[in-house]
């Protein structure tokens, strides 16, 4: 049953009009004119002003699932329209992305009222400032009355006609946006044809993502934006969608699934040229008729190789489940090398034995310690469509590829982080591991008040975030622990989501691995989680070239003339959730409302602007929506700013120095021990366990106290480790304890 917008809408529609006209009516083509694209310059000519335009409603209210915290609700409704000069069919420059929240008079995000109840076809006027996200044109209302409803159902479903592209117009190979044809196309209704799966991503537990390619490998992401590809693990957040169940009904396809069209509204997430590191152009499919399914090619799932982490004396199993739904498998090729400098498209290859039912298998040799072997697979079947695993673009010359690592003393933190499967999605995700490193940032005053670990025997791929913070309160930076949890991908970042830890005795200060802020070639990736030192490679200064773009983000260059491209992004100065996790005790802020908002600064601020420069400024390097970015810890992170930076709050570099570290004086006595081991602390309350060479606990406490006394009188006599934690310092340290009777 169609549902209608307000009763109150269409008594104050000629009301509103009037109350509205005073700003400019304009066409939605007039809007999406941009500055200049052959500069790489995408925004819109209207930027920041606030327009008046008509136009007609492509997607139902309903439809788009776009979770927010921070609008009343848990919900950030968006509807695409089309410039009423259309009809309904798309044509350049004539879609139009309109966010429908407003700020009250109280500073908080509310939804339009009536918003999700508007429905393709019908008219509307709307009132909005032009506004950009990711490069994507967006426009948002600017008040509870910036929609009026002009005619309901005023072109019927049959005129909303897609516009027929080429991959190609809108990304390369490398699903590097096209700005100088896709541009044209933003926000529209489209359809693409004749497409292959080439990689699946699931994403935050219950979302997914897919990538289909051309027959000429160009590649392009069909994103989830709408209720047609949210799956049953999704629980709806639009109050107005019209799934019954509540959930999401869409199932992944596999990849090598070949679909003779999509349709969809295109989206710009930016990366290249435009500045970003976004995904490029993607399609939104809005409706389950959408997706246009053809003949299949093989299906290969279920990679794995085993042991995990094998030595040097392990043969390692390569097995994989490999199918097709609409043939037999012809061949399976597995293609590896443990030589570091092959590249991919040079490996060896040997053929894969079917194990039994849909099960291949290949035994890799013995490989020396430390070999970090590479290899990729390729399946045809009896009509000779071939995929290769992990997904390729098709005719990439290097193909992707899956590794393991030889290690005879334990993974490190470069095995996990490691990726050659073109996602930056690590080979461990899911899986349980044990790694060991030096803490870079902890959650202390005067810190990040998050946690990343370090491992000091590598420059690339060495660094990586761990959670859940409250289980890692008591660490200190500059400590090195031995940590073990699950490994998993979330919005883009590798996590360490830890199980336990070991803190040892041992510090060591973690230098920070330099960095061009200006090279627009370097691979971030490889840095992702590390700590590192935006610097100029000439020994020059580094500026600002721009104090604000937005979310409390900053650039930073090497020349004050770079624009986006050649520059790095800042965040300081806002925690909220997951979504910005910046330090506190950083001055250098983009914007003064982020003193009290976001959580309350703890230094004087200091608002970042265009004059200012520096030697350095070093932190940890972070991944989200879909940029990297430099987390500063505190103020001694800002190498000789150019303006006087309050230092007084936090007095040392670090926030637990290495003097007050090495006065922790804990006493273990006596040892050996016969009836009973007491524990005391100079600097206050000390917690413990104890534990057998099982790793069994056999006595614990967690309640604080200056000293304990444990009754070994009834233990097995024999060596147990003893773990204590001291509350005032954070130290965590082991002590071997021989029990003897």
Known sequence: MRRFLPFFAGILLSGMISAQSSYPLVTIQQINQVIDLAACNDSSIYLGDTVRFRAHVVTDGGLSEVPSSSVQGGYRPFIYMIDTAGNGVSDSLMGIEV????????????PVPGFTALFQGDKVEVVAIVEEYQNNTQLTTIGANSVTLISSGDLPSSAFIPKVLPVADFNNTQRVNNVQTGEYWQNSFVEIQNVTVVQVLPFNGNRVSFNVADANGNIINVSDRFLAQRTPSHTIVNPNSPSASGTGSFVAPSVGTFYSSLKGIIRHSGNGCTGGTGRGYEINPFDSTHYAVGASAPNITNVFSFPVVPSSSDSVLISADISDADGTIDTVQLYWSANSSTPSGSFSWVNMSLASGSTYEYYIPAQADGSIVRYWIRAVDNSGSAVVYPASPSGLANPYFNHYAVRDNGLRIFDIQYSGNGTGASVFEGQTVTVRGFI????????????????PNDTIYAGIALIPNQDLDNVYRDQEIVVTGTVQETFGVTYLNV???VGLSNSQTIMPTPIDPSDANLD???????????????????????????????TIGTDPSFGMSQSSRVLAGRQSGTSATSSLYVSLISDSSYVTNNGTLQVPAIIANTSMTMDAMHGILWYSFGNYKLLPRNNFDIVNLSVPVDTNGCNVPTNVSIDEVAAA???????PAHDAVNISSPNGKVSFRLMDLNGRVVLSSNDDAQAHTLNVSQLVAGVYVLTTIETKTGLSSTHKIVVSH
């Open 99 to 110: 966010m429908g929240v407003y700020e009250d008079a109280n500073g908080n995000d509310q």
């Open 665 to 671: 004086d804990l006493s273990v006595y006596p040892n």
């Open 524 to 554: 971030m990736e490889m840095y992702e989680g590390m700590l590192v030192s935006y610097q100029n490679p000439n020994g020059g200064q580094i500026y600002i070239t721009d104090g604000d773009v937005g979310f409390a983000e900053y």
């Open 440 to 455: 870079t940032s902890a959650r202390r005053d005067c810190d990040l008040e998050y946690v990343y670990l370090q491992d």
């Open 499 to 501: 199980d336990n830890y």
